[in-house]
T-cell receptor
Framework: EDKVVQSPLSLVVHEGDTVTLNCSYE??????LLWYKQEKKAPTFLFML????IEKKSGRLSSILDKKELFSILNITATQTGDSAIYLC?????????????FGQGTILTVHP | DAEITQSPRHKITETGRQVTLACHQT?????MFWYRQDLGHGLRLIHY???????NKGEVSDGYSVSRSNTEDLPLTLESAASSQTSVYFC???????????????FGPGTRLTVL
């Protein structure tokens, strides 16, 4: 059974701090790992990491994938109150699990002014 | 612009009643998914479909059913609502086949269901 574990489950920081969110996974026939941001509504897509794309960056957010150790991290530098959200990690497998995403529990990030 | 919509956005019902949640997407995606989100559990897959007339059970499918008669819609039915089904329900869609970039799922705004 595919499994995704995120840590920490919650995190409280102040504006300007740098945070690191962790995601470890166990999946057979790995295809991709995805990060989503959820603010009081639908999850919105942030990054996808695959065997051919193990590092992504967009502004203050960056993410890496370690396929050997089976984990990913999401870094947010110079945090802002608008970064407050639930961050979800998900993995997609191939084979009979094709197209399905297995999600972690999420990390609740709170950024105080 | 392509989008995915859900209705109703909020629903209160009583135990034992049948409830149907609607999901409509204009992405022309073959894959559609239903999740429920509860505190401490993240998103859990209820049912999914790879195309018209195709439906599959997810990890928490008991008490739920879906049908797919066209590409755009995947309604979720709770046959006899139970208090344990109080949750936020999300519908999502993605392309079928191809490289890993097609794994990205796009989510609807969610339906908050309360079963009294």
């Amino acid at each position: 059974e595919d499994k995704v574990v995120q840590s920490p489950l919650s995190l409280v920081v102040h504006e300007g701090d740098t945070v690191t969110l962790n995601c470890s996974y166990e999946v057979t026939n790995f295809r991709s790992l995805l990060w989503y941001k959820q603010e009081k509504k639908a999850p919105t897509f942030l990054f996808m990491l695959t065997s051919s794309g193990i590092e992504k960056k967009s502004g203050r957010l960056s993410s890496i994938l370690d396929k050997k150790e089976l984990f990913s991290i999401l870094n947010i530098t110079a945090t802002q109150t608008g970064d407050s959200a639930i961050y979800l990690c998900a993995v997609c497998a191939g084979g009979t699990s094709y197209g399905k995403l297995t999600f972690g529990q999420g990390t609740i990030l709170t950024v105080h002014p | 612009d392509a989008e995915i919509t859900q209705s109703p956005r909020h629903k209160i019902t009583e135990t034992g009643r049948q409830v149907t949640l609607a999901c409509h997407q204009t992405w022309n995606h073959n894959n559609m998914f239903w999740y429920r989100q509860d505190l401490g559990h993240g998103l859990r897959l209820i049912h999914y479909s790879y195309g018209v007339q195709d439906t599959n059970k997810g990890e928490v499918s008991d008490g739920y059913s879906v049908s797919r008669s066209n590409t755009e819609d995947l309604p979720l039915t709770l046959e006899s609502a139970a208090s344990s089904q109080t949750s936020v329900y999300f519908c999502a869609s993605s392309e079928f086949g191809g490289p890993p970039s097609t794994d990205t799922q796009y989510f609807g705004p969610g339906t908050r269901l309360t079963v009294l």
